[in-house]
């Protein structure tokens, strides 16, 4: 058999198209968005009113599983303000961020501005 047809008959074979990636969704582990409580809101707020375009932040936030929004992963970001609107979404470094997907902002900005709750 010559070299050249000797290649393919040992060539990776996937004969269901999808499954791998199928399979790696499973082994995630999604959990369901927590709640903030009424003092994390709040410092939250207070640290929003302080973000302006070109800052470097750190940010947590919630990604929902696009199958089923109620669970998602929590992601922490670290980067430049590219765009930030307030009511709608912050932008760090070409990621998109949901303003109520945020759990925690942090950075050298908030070290020095001291936020009472």
């Not at 010559?2 to 082994?27: H, N, S, Y």
């Not at 670290?78 to 945020?102: A, C, K, N, Y």
Request: hydrophobic letters at 35%.
């Amino acid at each position: 058999m010559d070299v050249g047809r000797r290649a393919k008959q040992f060539a990776p074979f996937a004969a269901l198209r999808g499954l791998d990636e199928t399979i790696r969704q499973q082994e995630i582990i999604y959990e369901p968005k927590r709640d903030l409580s009424e003092e994390k809101k709040n410092e939250l707020d207070m640290k929003l009113r302080i973000l302006t375009y070109g800052m470097k932040i750190q940010a947590t936030y919630f990604q929902k599983f696009w199958k089923d929004p109620s669970v998602g992963q929590y992601h922490t970001l670290s980067g430049t303000i590219e765009f930030f609107d307030p009511s709608v979404h912050l932008r760090i470094d070409d990621t998109e961020i949901q303003i109520q997907d945020i759990c925690d902002l942090t950075g050298d900005v908030f070290e020095t501005i001291e936020i009472s709750c």
